[in-house]
């Protein structure tokens, strides 16, 4: 084969793939309904670190009844949060930004009433999570699985 040929073939290939990709648009409303599924009914079970103490947490639990998109890349996270003696619903106004089809939680000091502001960054990928996380004076990372039900 000489070079021309290659080109030629190199040339059709790439066309053919670019031929077969989905629309953007249907990829983003399928990378949301599996969001949306993915985070609809489940509890999210791991650990955290802190930068005020060395280690890592016991376990911990955010149960997360429903996930759905309000407008844009805002969605409404209808959270259960049980820490301390704390134990209340709450619904928490996120961003989710995509990573191609991963979906990243986007948290810039939002107010969590009876617990606090937070900032977070929270991967969601293939029933895992992992992110980081601060508060006014301290911060660490968190990490576990996405587990269906509670």
Known sequence: ??????????AILLAGAGCARKPASD???ENERKLEEMMTGVTLVGHSTSTTREGISGEERYAIDKVSKLTGDVWLLQARIK????????PIP????WAGDTPVITMTDVSIPRVGTYTARVLLYRGQYAGTWSAKD???????KIVRGR
């Open 1 to 10: 084969m000489n070079s021309r040929t290659l080109v030629t073939m190199a």
């Open 27 to 29: 990829t983003a409303a």
């Open 83 to 90: 820490y301390g003696s704390i134990d209340l619903a709450v």
């Open 94 to 97: 996120v961003a989710i930004k």
């Open 138 to 144: 301290h911060g660490g990372e968190l990490f576990g």
